[in-house]
């Protein structure tokens, strides 16, 4: 399966209720495991979607937290917006409340650590990423849709 049939299989997959319920635990465990293995140089998630290894710091314990995610890169890879969709699930993922409680983190990026600085997207900024990412993953209308919360949306731009 590849080209445009496999992506639009994978919109499909990613987009039910099951692949919700599974992937959090199944998808972050992965990327890690391999993240780790190639030293950086590769990232399962990411042929589905390019993706970084988010480094924050703990919103309450100030402990280092890793956590792979997908990602929209922008201006030729000097910035990434993230999407807290956490796979259409009620609550805000962890690393977003992390984010608004410490901005400075770092991203590894095609195996490249980033010193990156992140800001949470509001108003009309927020609206015009929002279209941006839906042209880019169309499966982000069906998790809001799942949810009453708004999804929060990051930039990341490089310190």
Not at 75 to 99: K, M, Y
Not at 127 to 156: D, K, M, S
Request: net charge positive; aromatic share 8%.
């Amino acid at each position: 399966m590849t080209g445009a049939v496999g992506v639009r299989f994978v919109q499909k997959v990613s987009s039910t209720r099951g692949f919700a319920k599974v992937a959090p635990h199944v998808v972050p465990a992965l990327d890690r495991a391999v993240h780790r293995l190639t030293r950086g140089r590769v990232l399962l998630s990411a042929h589905m979607l390019p993706g970084v290894i988010l480094t924050s710091t703990g919103a309450r314990s100030g402990q280092p937290r890793r956590t792979p995610l997908a990602c929209m890169p922008e201006d030729g890879g000097r910035g990434w917006l993230l999407v807290g969709s956490n796979f259409g699930r009620t609550g805000h993922p962890a690393w977003t409340h992390n984010l608004l409680a410490h901005p400075d983190a770092s991203i590894s990026w095609k195996g490249a650590d980033i010193p990156v600085t992140a800001r949470p997207l509001t108003g009309e900024e927020r609206a015009a990423a929002w279209r941006a990412l839906l042209a880019f993953w169309p499966p982000y209308a069906i998790y809001q849709a799942r949810v009453e919360r708004e999804i929060r949306v990051f930039r990341l731009t490089r310190r």
